[in-house]
């Protein structure tokens, strides 16, 4: 009668890589599980903490800002660009009849 090694030379070598894949797939699995611990860990850690935050600046207040920056961008873009850019004084830009002037060119009235 043959041996059933005899049978199939590789079968040690399948049960030993059978064991090693065993090992590996167990160790991993242990973790899994110390993460799994340490997640509940830090969650009971998070729900004792309370988290407060306090603004600085209200929420209003914020949009103000950002509508008084977006017009002072605007005003400083207007002078340099007419200004140094262009061919006039920087401080005609704040007047009226510039402005007008500026309309009457895009709606075509003058040329």
């Given at each position: 009668m043959?041996d059933?090694?005899q049978?199939?030379?590789?079968?040690?070598?399948m049960?030993q890589?059978?064991t090693?894949?065993?090992?590996?797939?167990?160790s991993?699995?242990?973790r899994?599980?110390?993460?799994k611990?340490?997640?509940?860990?830090?969650?009971?850690?998070e729900?004792?903490?309370i988290?407060?935050?306090?603004?600085?600046?209200p929420i209003w207040?914020?949009?103000?800002l950002?509508?008084l920056l977006?017009?002072?961008?605007?005003i400083l873009?207007?002078?340099?660009?007419?200004?140094?850019?262009?061919?006039?004084q920087?401080?005609?830009?704040?007047?009226k009849e510039t402005?007008t002037?500026?309309?009457?060119?895009i709606?075509?009235k003058?040329?």
């Open positions: 043959i059933e090694k049978k199939h030379p590789q079968w040690d070598h049960k890589k059978d090693t894949e065993r090992q590996i797939v167990a991993r699995v242990a899994s599980q110390q993460k611990q340490k997640s509940v860990k830090e969650d009971e850690s729900k004792r903490r988290w407060v935050q306090i603004r600085l600046l207040l914020r949009v103000v950002v509508l977006l017009t002072g961008a605007a873009g207007a002078i340099v660009g007419y200004g140094y850019i262009g061919d006039g920087p401080a005609d830009v704040l007047k402005w002037h500026i309309l009457d060119i709606n075509g003058e040329s």
